[in-house]
């Protein structure tokens, strides 16, 4: 016979008969609690499996992009400047990047026009992000129309669609020869959007950056490790948004835990005094207290937590696509894979659970210590 | 038994609405034997028996416990005595739950619980396999007819039957002594004869009862052993029933 | 006397206890078993990554700076006017760039 055991099961007994006196209260209170729990969940495990997944990508990013300023604003750069780069001992080699935005003003779509010497499309054939496809509704051997700088229509055709798969990368992405490239947009010879560097030892990034500037002071060159950094931070807590949904949660349990702290009815003062008539110890109370605060907050992180990770990783975080969509028409569809940080999760536990059981047990204390007899009298 | 010595109980001491509700009363309870303390309201009657009961610390004056209850007291001596006024809180609360049986005036009864879950609370704390006490719990609620109300909400009973409750309540950890406080207030003759009679049993099984009541029907009764009554917080007669 | 009796709750409570942690447990082993499964997936996108040359993910395409806010420069956000306010949604959600180990 475990006593210890057998009376901790009584008390959670009585606490959960006690609970459901006031069924509807409780419920509502369980409910919101988890729905609290479940969005807080969601933003830790969709965050987390963001960076994880850019993380991972973005190590094959290039060491570095150097962009040229002119008047504080981003300007082509002159791919001169790259072979004065590639002289520069470490780089192992310079490539200039074209690429830039075309804005679809049929539907209010931008996309990012990339043209590359890597696996290029036929000439006047383009390779297509899924997500482009989709908001155009384009298959393979469709063509698509551009507007070109100087007001003339340019047709391509769609040679390739890219997998849904990369959509969290290439979703917006319209891939064309360099030649089309400069003549859609009368990119002048001699310059690029910017240049990927590539060095042989990445400690000597910052080194050789540094030089860069040295050689040509209108650059600026970004390295791998902030571009890395970038995405570290995406959805910083600081940010507006998520600032107001932390805030609106931890006021949430200040309220909750209100409730219970801002001390007991008559009616529970005097259900303790009987309690403790019929031979219940203080600590037997404080039990039965804890209990009552621990059913519903551990109830609450438990739900929580499994319906958001169904959420985000089986649903794709669906409840969030507004919020992230903004006021931009194309929009990735994408499937995360799962990541969690067990350290925010271990948080948000300590979080739900131990305000709201404190605030049970604290204003039952008393009630709980004075003779039964004054308890019942009051 | 159960020895008084000098107990007396004041409430708001010091202040101008001081209130001394029993007064240097000394008096010895019999074992095995049924107490009356008969008087009108007022008389401190409830307020003895929630000293005696370990509800409440005197004032001044001591009570002691002899040969009565569990004997697994650490503080009970070689001749089984148990000073109740001078043990802290902790010991008191096992006292209360193992050697008294406590049937309060207004029943005290947890409201939206069932009836079977409020004859076991007392034994909630004590860790005792829960289907033994279910069963023990089930036993006292046929013994007083009200079994078919076990899975009730209290609230729903009548006054009769919520006091036959709180008396099984009041026995589900066998205690040797059982204190009832005006338990005849709200039940009619028949049920009061009823009572007096079950009265009767427990004093049959070995256990000591003490009883307050201004009912004719209770210190009348044959049952009763010894009255003791009361005015104003004092004893002014103590002998046997008639 | 009757020997069956219904489950107590604190049972019933324990039983669901254990379930949610052991469905979290469960939950926890998938993570391991997907992320072994989406290699392949995550491989193939960084060799899109090194093909192309990417900076970004496609997150925010509403505006230029929002697509690539790894290669925003400091003034991308207000080149519209030196007061305009940052307005676009994604820029609640996204915090500027560190600029502070850019060289003077």
Same mark, same amino acid.
């Given at each position: 016979?475990?006593? &210890? ?89 310079? /490539? ?15 996309? /990012? ?88 030892? &990445?400690?000597?990034? /910052? ?74 110890? /203080? ?48 929009? &990735? ?46 | ?242 | ?24 447990? $469960? ?8 992320? $072994? ?25 509403? $505006? ?30 996204? $915090? ?9």
């Amino acid at each position: 016979m475990n006593r &210890p055991l057998e009376r901790h099961r009584n008390i959670v007994d009585f606490a959960l008969s006690s609970l459901l006196r006031r069924k509807g209260k409780n419920i509502s209170l369980l409910l919101v609690y988890t729905l609290i729990v479940f969005i807080i969940a969601s933003i830790i495990f969709f965050v987390q499996a963001l960076k994880r997944e850019a993380g991972l990508v973005l190590k094959e990013a290039p060491d570095m992009v150097v962009q040229r300023l002119v008047a504080g604003r981003h300007d082509p750069i002159p791919v001169a400047f790259a072979e004065k780069i590639a002289a520069i001992r470490g780089v192992s080699s310079v /490539t200039p990047r074209l690429w830039g935005y075309y804005y679809d003003a049929a539907i209010g779509a931008n996309y /990012t026009i990339m043209a590359t010497d890597n696996n290029p499309p036929e000439p006047e054939s383009i390779i297509i992000g899924s997500g482009v496809a989709r908001v155009r509704r384009l298959a393979k051997g469709d063509m698509m129309t551009f507007r070109a700088y100087d007001g003339g229509i340019n047709l391509f055709e769609v040679q390739d669609i890219l997998p849904y798969a990369s959509e969290l990368m290439a979703a917006d992405m319209v891939i064309m020869d360099r030649s089309d490239f400069r003549t859609l947009f009368n990119f002048p010879d001699g310059v690029a959007t910017d240049l990927s560097v590539t060095v042989r030892n &990445p400690r000597e990034l /910052t080194t050789i950056a540094a030089k860069i500037v040295r050689q040509f002071p209108d650059t600026r060159p970004i390295l791998k490790s902030e571009i890395l950094r970038t995405y570290n931070s995406i959805f910083d807590w600081r940010g507006g948004m998520l600032v107001v949904v932390l805030g609106v949660a931890v006021l949430a349990f200040i309220i909750f835990a209100w409730d219970k702290a801002t001390g007991l009815s008559a009616e529970e003062r005097k259900e303790i005094g009987i309690l403790k008539s019929i031979g219940w110890e /203080t600590s037997d109370v404080l039990l039965l207290k804890f209990w009552e605060g621990a059913v519903i907050s551990l109830s609450a992180f438990l739900f929580g937590v499994i319906l958001a990770y169904g959420h985000v990783f089986f649903f794709s975080a669906s409840l969030f696509e507004q919020a992230l969509k903004g006021w931009a028409v194309l929009y &990735p569809r994408f499937k995360l894979t799962p990541a969690a940080d067990p350290y925010q999760l271990a948080v948000l536990f300590f979080l739900t659970v131990i305000p709201y059981t404190v605030t049970t047990i604290i204003p039952s204390w008393r009630a709980a210590t004075i003779d039964p007899d004054a308890a019942m009298r009051s | 038994m159960i020895e008084l010595l000098n107990v007396t109980k004041s409430y708001n001491a010091g202040k101008a609405n001081q209130f001394t509700a029993v007064e240097d009363v000394s008096l010895d309870i019999k074992q095995g034997k049924v107490t009356v303390l008969q008087g009108p309201s007022g008389s401190g009657k409830t307020t003895l028996l929630t000293l005696i009961g370990c509800m409440a610390r005197p004032t001044s004056g001591r009570i002691i416990l002899h040969n009565i209850g569990p004997a697994s007291f650490g503080e009970a001596g070689e001749s089984g005595m148990v000073e109740i006024t001078s043990l802290p809180e902790r010991f008191l609360t096992g006292i209360r739950r193992t050697t008294f049986g406590f049937i309060f005036q207004h029943f005290n009864l947890v409201r939206g619980i069932t009836v079977l879950e409020n004859v076991m609370l007392p034994a909630y704390p004590t860790g005792e396999r829960h289907g033994d006490v279910r069963i023990r719990a089930l036993n006292l609620l046929e013994m007083f007819n009200t079994s078919r109300h076990a899975n009730s909400r209290v609230d729903l009973l009548s006054g009769g039957e919520i006091q036959r409750v709180a008396i099984a309540r009041a026995l589900i950890n066998n205690p040797s002594v059982i204190i009832a406080d005006e338990p005849t207030a709200h039940l009619d003759t028949k049920l009061s004869s009823e009572f007096m009679a079950m009265v009767g049993t427990f004093k049959d099984q070995g256990k000591t009862i003490l009883i307050a009541s201004h009912d004719p029907i209770v210190y009348d009764s044959a049952v009763a052993d010894m009255v003791i009554e009361m005015r104003d917080g004092r004893v002014t007669r103590s002998g046997k029933a008639l | 006397m009757t020997r069956f009796f219904p489950m107590r709750k604190s049972t019933k409570f324990f039983f669901f206890i254990t379930i949610c942690t052991l469905l979290q447990a $469960a939950l926890i082993q998938d993570i391991g078993r997907s992320q $072994a499964n989406s290699r392949a997936i995550t491989a193939a996108n960084a060799e899109l990554v090194h093909r192309l040359m990417l900076t970004d993910l496609c997150l925010f395409t509403e $505006a230029r700076y929002t697509r690539n806010p790894s290669l925003t420069d400091i003034h991308s956000a207000f080149q519209d006017h030196p007061l305009a306010m940052d307005h676009f949604p994604s820029g609640s959600l996204v $915090a500027p760039p560190d600029f502070s180990n850019e060289a003077p």
